[in-house]
């Protein structure tokens, strides 16, 4: 069983930067991929970032939309995964959650965390 709880969303003007955390508990927390999604008022989950096991090396993976402005990184020591975020857009306005998917393909959710860009 593995616990996830994000933190730090707000309110940023448009080019703006914020970092969120995704605190991991439980045990094994290496062997998961981790991920980013979002997801805005009346759309999809869609995602935007993930970061492959410790085991599979680290593999980064980002949705087009947001490459180049933000990075996925995870401090297995902190059993942690960071998403820093810069030159925000209006458009990155949603509720972020943070992802953990076992080997076996199941998945853990934390409660999301919201981020509004807005001036």
């Known amino acids: 069983q593995v616990q996830l709880v994000e933190s730090g969303g707000g309110l940023v003007q448009p080019g703006g930067s914020l970092r969120l955390s995704c605190a991991a508990s439980?045990?094994?927390?290496?062997?998961?991929?981790m991920g980013w999604y979002r997801q805005a008022p009346g759309k999809e989950r869609d995602l935007v970032a993930t970061i492959s096991s410790v085991s599979s090396g680290g593999i980064l993976n980002y949705a087009d939309s947001v490459k180049g402005r933000f990075t996925i990184s995870r401090d297995t020591a902190k059993n942690t995964v960071y998403l820093q975020m810069n030159s925000l857009k209006p458009e990155d306005t949603a509720v972020y959650y943070c992802?953990?998917?076992?080997?076996?393909?199941?998945?853990?959710w934390g409660q999301g965390t919201q981020v509004t860009v807005s001036s």
């Open positions: 439980g045990s094994s927390f290496s062997i998961y991929a």
């Open positions: 992802n953990a998917k076992h080997p076996l393909r199941y998945s853990y």
